[in-house]
């Protein structure tokens, strides 16, 4: 439920305010006051259109905030929740627009994405204007509505075709993908069969790439590693080399240790580091005598590694996933080499989850028929009350040719308005006056079933009046009783029944013009009433008339919460 709307330098609301109450809440006021500015900037916060033309001019930017309550609105919650916002029982809705165009959308304080403010925006509230009479006249309209009517049964009845439905296409799809195969089999085939032997014969190892790489680098530095050994080999091994000059430094301390025994460990140690030298001289010597580096094993090792960095370019990536590719593809080609089996089998398939479609296809429509006749009637009761004595619709279902998401049935309304004119299309024959109270029924057939909480009627009742009038009140205050109303009206009789009343005017003030709001008592909405029955009569008889309205509205709303 809407608590309060907050809207600052939002065109002409400077800094506007209101409370709202449960059941009827009413705006009224002189057109061009400003009502449907309110509703625009209400349908801003909720993740509707915003313009940088609604920022009051001279100002910064524009901001709203819509708070509501949401104590019992589990579904709002586990939004939140999913969006990883707080779930409490006060949600705080705010936008901004600044002048330069810059847009945040606010939930709790923490900004969103806007398409999350529609969405909460969209499950807590349903604003009915003028132009959502037209939606009537979509495609989809009467299915969705007719749907809605037919509550947990038909919705049981819906999800079973859906989940059929989702097996007979994709039994439908792996028939069609085998008759393609079929078609291109020996194309198919041969390229299977080509794949399959060029990566056998590849014989490729998992991991062989890395030692490949590391020997590759050794070979293409091959001649200077040689060069390099060779040189320390030579330094090792010629008569003046380190080995020959540390053997004259060793024997000449052993010469001298004879004499003087502290020489002894120094001899010991140049000994020690001469025979350690002369194994290097000898390992150098061997891996000299047994090198294999060659420019025939370079080239081996460079297109091995060229095979399989091709396939892997070709079939994956790395040799895991070329190894799964070839497991695929032979299962493939098995498939195809016994692809006369596969398409019966597919065929018998299809044809399986094409009798379960019919059969819950079926029932829905059954469900369907059911929910359209109680719900054609309920609707046709109403438009009676709204000066639509001989109106009469219709929710016609007919079988379509093929199966679709939501069914086998073409669901459509039909409408006739006057005695012995026959039923037809209602986009065809209905007018806006005929619309606008046929949306209005519907909704009054329909408030137990919607989860949103508050409702906003804005200018539904235009170009109606007297006994039509009061009527469409009714019915407006009816869906009351069940949730919250936020209605724009220029009619008294729909005015009276308000449980609260805002009235919303222009004010002038050092020289520029403001919408003001104000919440009105008994007395000054006696005072509206009069103004919008009268005009600026302010006779007794306008008074009485006034009082009359909210004796009889108030009458009227007791016998609704019977």
């Known amino acids: 439920m809407l608590q309060s709307l907050h809207v600052h330098n939002f065109a002409l609301l400077e800094d506007a305010h209101a409370d709202f109450t449960p059941g009827f809440n009413v705006f009224t006021g002189e057109t061009g006051a400003g009502k449907s500015i309110l509703i625009d900037a209400f349908g801003m916060v909720l993740g509707g259109r915003a313009s940088v033309d609604y920022v009051r001019s001279g100002t910064e930017g524009l901001w709203v905030q819509a708070v509501f309550d949401i104590t019992n609105q589990e579904d709002i919650k586990n939004i939140l929740r ?36 529609k969405q909460i925006g969209t499950a807590l509230v349903d604003i009915h204007g003028q132009h959502e009479n037209q939606a009537l006249l979509k495609p989809e309209a009467a299915r969705l509505v007719t749907d809605a009517f037919g509550g947990a049964t038909l919705q049981v009845a819906l999800t079973a075709y859906q989940k059929d439905y989702a097996l007979y296409v994709k039994a439908n799809k792996t028939l069609a993908q085998l008759q393609q195969d079929n078609e291109e089999q020996d194309l198919l ?45 030579e330094q090792l091994d010629d008569e003046d080399a380190v080995l020959a000059r540390l053997a004259r430094v060793r024997d000449e301390l052993v010469y001298a240790a004879r004499y003087d025994e502290r020489l002894q460990s120094l001899a010991e140690v140049v000994d020690s580091a001469w025979i350690n030298l002369d194994d290097c001289r000898s390992e150098l010597a061997d891996y000299l005598s047994r090198s294999d580096f060659n420019e025939e094993r370079a080239t081996e090792v460079q297109q091995r590694l060229d095979t399989i960095y091709r396939l892997h370019k070709k079939y994956g990536g790395s040799t895991e996933a070329v190894l799964a590719y070839l497991e695929s593809t032979q299962a493939k080609l098995a498939q195809l080499q016994n692809i006369a089996a596969a398409l019966e089998k597919a065929q018998h398939e299809l044809t399986q989850a094409t009798k379960r479609l019919q059969v819950t296809a079926a029932a829905l429509t059954k469900e369907r028929e059911r929910s359209a006749a109680a719900l054609s009637q309920s609707i046709t009761t109403h438009i009676h009350d709204l000066a639509m004595p001989n109106g009469r619709l219709e929710i016609a279902i007919t079988p379509l040719e093929r199966f679709t998401t939501t069914g086998r049935d073409a669901v459509r309304f039909l409408f006739s308005g006057n005695l ?3 039923l037809n299309d209602l986009e065809k024959v209905a007018s806006g006056g005929e619309l606008s109270r046929i949306a209005l029924a519907m909704k009054t057939v329909l408030m137990h079933t919607t989860q949103v909480g508050t409702m906003v009627f804005d200018e539904i009742d235009t170009g109606v009046g007297g006994v039509t009038a009061q009527k469409m009140a009714e019915k407006i205050a009816a869906i009351a009783t069940v949730g919250q109303v936020l209605c724009i009206t220029h009619l008294p009789q729909i005015a009276a029944f308000a449980d609260n009343h805002i009235y919303i005017e222009k004010k002038s003030a050092e020289g520029r013009t403001a919408t003001v ?33 909210l004796v009889a509205a108030d009458e009227v709303k007791k016998s609704l919460r019977k």
């Open 420 to 422: 012995g004119e026959p």
């Open 517 to 549: 709001l104000t919440v009105l008592d008994y007395n000054q909405r006696l005072q509206e009433l009069v103004r919008m029955t009268a005009g600026v009569s302010t006779s007794r008889a306008a008074l009485e008339s006034a009082t009359e309205l």
């Open 82 to 117: 999913e969006q990883g916002l707080e779930a409490e029982d006060d949600l705080f809705l705010k936008r901004q627009i600044s002048a330069a165009g810059k847009s945040r959308a606010l939930v709790n304080g923490v900004q969103v994405p806007l398409a999350v403010l």
């Open 189 to 233: 085939m041969d390229r299977y069969a080509w794949e399959i032997n060029e990566i056998t014969k590849a014989n490729l190892v998992v991991g062989e790439e890395e030692g490949l790489e590391a020997e590759a680098r050794l070979l293409q530095n091959s001649e200077r590693i040689i060069r390099s050994v060779n040189a320390a080999y």
